[in-house]
């Protein structure tokens, strides 16, 4: 599976920004594709997530209420938009994929075997 994140960019607090994460290789009704982040000195982060089967998604407490994560299975597409943006939201995000994974570890990042190159968002104040 291969993973082409793009969309990032530089936005005020309280806007908006749409990231996009292509999806091109061998997938299964199973497969999974989420975003996480990584903020200078911290550690990566999970953001949100989305099962291509049944639709379910699933969110950060940071992203639940102003981001959401769809897909587009006509262009093997995953959409992350984003809105009301803050400072704090500001950070590499990447784009990750696994074909199976559980409930349980859904957010986990060690779950996502797949991972694309980041792309940066940053929210000035």
């Known amino acids: 599976v291969q993973l082409q994140a793009s969309g990032g960019g530089l936005v005020q607090a309280g806007g908006s920004l749409r990231l996009s994460c292509a999806v091109s290789g061998r997938t299964y009704s199973s497969t999974v594709t989420g975003w996480f982040r990584q903020a200078p000195g911290k550690e990566r982060e999970f953001v949100a997530t989305i099962r291509w089967s049944g639709g379910n998604t699933y969110y950060s407490d940071s992203a639940k209420g102003r981001f959401t994560i769809s897909r587009n299975s006509a262009e093997n597409t995953v959409i992350l938009q984003m809105n009301n943006l803050r400072p704090e939201d500001t950070a590499v995000y990447y784009c990750?994929?696994?074909?199976?994974?559980?409930?349980?570890?859904?957010?986990?990042?060690?779950?996502?075997?797949?991972w694309g190159q980041g792309t940066q968002v940053t929210v000035s104040s």
């Open positions: 990750a994929a696994d074909n199976a994974i559980g409930l349980a570890t859904i957010r986990f990042r060690p779950s996502y075997k797949y």
